[in-house]
């Protein structure tokens, strides 16, 4: 069964530098997002993405964050200066055209910043 | 703005009983769908069960089915024969346009 993967499974980085969180959606689905949940709390919409543009994005997605498509298989999620708050697990998902299926998520990427 | 309210924090139950987990929502919109997503201890999403709002027939996918009242706004999740693998976080979700809104889910609890 075709799945969403997302590499890598942790990332551990330090408070201001860059860090890109990546995504390889499910082959034949049209629709990105991602979410974030930290530890202990429910998850939270970051951004959806589709025909190669933004179609919406939460409070928490600001100028730090960006998404990107950079071929046909993967979808980036760019955080341009991390800080402490941003520690999270971050979800990637897709779906297919009718938002009836759901959305599928991949294993997420543990990021920790120090 | 959405909001999705699980009010049970934690729940407990022997093994191959049921289980019924609590959800309700808040929207002034008439077309939408409600998921029940299950989160493991290895933190993965698994979509377990979806309702479409303009069906009025409950779900049901194998051991999992819902309770979908939409004019109390309601989603419950009843599980039977619940089995040690379905320990686990449960989210509620609501889909209007593009965005999940989760709610703060339901840590349950198998006891064998």
């Known amino acids: 069964e075709p799945e969403v993967t997302q590499t890598p499974s942790h990332q551990v980085t330090q408070m201001g530098q860059e860090v890109i969180l990546r995504c390889v959606p499910i082959s034949n689905h049209l629709y990105f997002y991602w979410y974030r949940q930290i530890l202990g709390q429910k998850v939270e919409f970051l951004v959806s993405?589709?025909?190669?543009?933004?179609?919406?994005k939460s409070e928490i997605f600001d100028d730090q964050f960006s998404v990107e498509r950079p071929d046909g298989s993967n979808f980036t999620l760019k955080i341009r200066s991390t800080k402490l708050e941003d520690s999270a697990m971050y979800f990637c998902?897709?779906?297919?055209?009718?938002?009836?299926?759901?959305?599928?998520f991949g294993p997420g990427t543990r990021l920790t910043v120090l | 703005a959405q909001t999705v309210t699980q009010s049970q924090p934690e729940m407990s139950v022997q093994e191959a009983e049921t289980v019924t987990l609590s959800c309700t929502y808040d929207t002034s919109e008439n077309n939408y769908y409600l998921f029940w997503y299950k989160q493991p201890p290895s933190r993965q999403m698994i979509l377990v069960i979806r309702q479409e709002a303009y069906k009025q027939q409950n779900a049901t996918e194998n051991r999992f089915s819902v309770n979908f009242q939409k004019a109390a706004k309601s989603f419950s999740l009843k599980i039977s024969d619940s089995q040690l693998g379905d320990t686990a976080m449960y989210f509620c979700a609501f889909a209007l346009n593009e965005k999940l809104t989760f709610g703060t889910g339901t840590r349950l609890t198998i006891i064998p």
């Open positions: 993405f589709y025909n190669n543009e933004i179609s919406e």
């Open positions: 998902a897709s779906r297919g055209l009718a938002g009836v299926h759901g959305q599928y």
